[in-house]
């Protein structure tokens, strides 16, 4: 826009990107802190997170969150280049995961569901094909990285920090059942 002669492009380009971000660190909060507060209140997180504020936010939530994301800041301050972008890239392999245990959840959920009740349910075209093929393209998705030397230790750091969190789900687990 620059180029084109509009005055003010660069600033007002500026502004637009600021607030797009600023939106989505918002939206991310919102939904990180329920998330948080509801996995609180059945037991899966501390019992801190759950407690709700006058308007019902909750508030322990939204402040461990914010603290999280201060470190996440200060870290790429420290060792920029490294840590953020290292964290930035692990991300994207834990949601493929998030993302094939919803499949997965959804594959459960359908069979378990009588017959009856199905139309109930939102319905997968394809089913359960397309969950399947979802499923294998995640894998080859980490197949790949793992192939891959730029990518591999992201892919060990994801897979690692995923099993890392079932083990503790499935010790709490065992802890609370005796």
């Known amino acids: 826009m620059q180029v084109m002669g509009?005055?003010?492009a660069a600033p007002a380009m500026r502004i637009v990107v600021l607030t797009a971000i600023l939106s989505c660190m918002n939206s991310s909060l919102y939904i990180t802190s329920r998330v948080m507060a509801?996995?609180?209140s059945y037991g899966d997180a501390p019992?801190?997170?759950r407690r709700r504020g006058g308007q019902k936010a909750p508030v322990n939530a939204i402040i461990a969150n914010s603290l999280a994301g201060v470190l996440v800041a200060f870290s790429s301050i420290l060792a920029p280049g490294t840590v953020f972008a290292f964290l930035l890239s692990c991300s994207g392999g834990v949601m493929l995961l998030v993302y094939s245990l919803i499949v997965t959840a959804y594959v459960v959920m359908?069979?378990?569901t009588p017959p009856g009740e199905r139309a109930r349910l939102f319905s997968i075209p394809f089913f359960p094909a397309l969950n399947f093929l979802t499923l294998?393209?995640?894998?080859?998705?980490?197949v790949v990285m793992l192939m891959d030397p730029a990518q591999r230790m992201v892919?060990?750091?994801s897979l690692g920090t995923s099993l890392f969190f079932v083990l503790v789900y499935v010790a709490r687990r065992?802890?609370?059942a005796w």
């Open 6 to 8: 509009i005055p003010g």
């Open 38 to 40: 509801e996995l609180a």
């Open 47 to 49: 019992a801190m997170l």
């Open 110 to 112: 359908r069979k378990r």
């Open 136 to 142: 294998a393209g995640v894998v080859i998705i980490f």
């Open 155 to 157: 892919a060990l750091a």
């Open 174 to 176: 065992r802890v609370t």
